[in-house]
């Protein structure tokens, strides 16, 4: 397994796109709003190896009580070095340390990832995870 770094930043727009369409996401936000949503960040985290950005994940919420994971990408080329869990646990760890208390973490996760999360002490029990998409304003 090869060597990353994790370092405390939101993932630029050029990285977050490129991430997403390394994993075939590329229609998951407005391209539009990228910046902004990305600005909006509560926190993120980044894997770099060799210099390149390969893994992200972010905090949404309100900075306070709520606090939700998004964005958590990693390049192909690295699935299966432990970086979704490593971004995800570096976010959680500053929320754990930093929010008023209790703090509500919640993330949604494709069946495949549910190991990662669970690993890390998140669950479904007790919840119902439910979304609506709005569709775009003409």
């Not at 369409?21 to 190896?49: F, T």
């Not at 432990?82 to 500053?94: K, P, Q």
Request: aromatic residues 8%; without cysteine; negative net charge.
């Amino acid at each position: 397994m090869a060597t990353f770094e994790i370092i405390d930043r939101v993932a630029t727009a050029e990285e977050h796109r490129a991430l997403r369409d390394s994993v075939g996401w590329s229609d998951h936000i407005d391209e539009s709003v990228l910046e902004a949503s990305l600005r909006a960040s509560v926190r993120g985290a980044v894997a770099v190896r060799d210099g390149e950005v390969v893994g992200m994940a972010r905090l949404v919420g309100d900075g306070v009580h709520y606090y939700y994971v998004q964005d958590v990408v990693v390049h192909p080329d690295h699935e299966g070095d432990g970086i979704a869990s490593e971004l995800t646990a570096r976010l959680v760890t500053w929320v754990a340390a930093t929010a008023t208390r209790p703090a509500f973490v919640g993330l949604f996760a494709s069946s495949d990832a549910e190991g990662v999360y669970e690993s890390l002490g998140f669950t479904t029990e007790g919840a119902t995870g439910m979304h609506v998409l709005l569709p775009a304003r003409d």
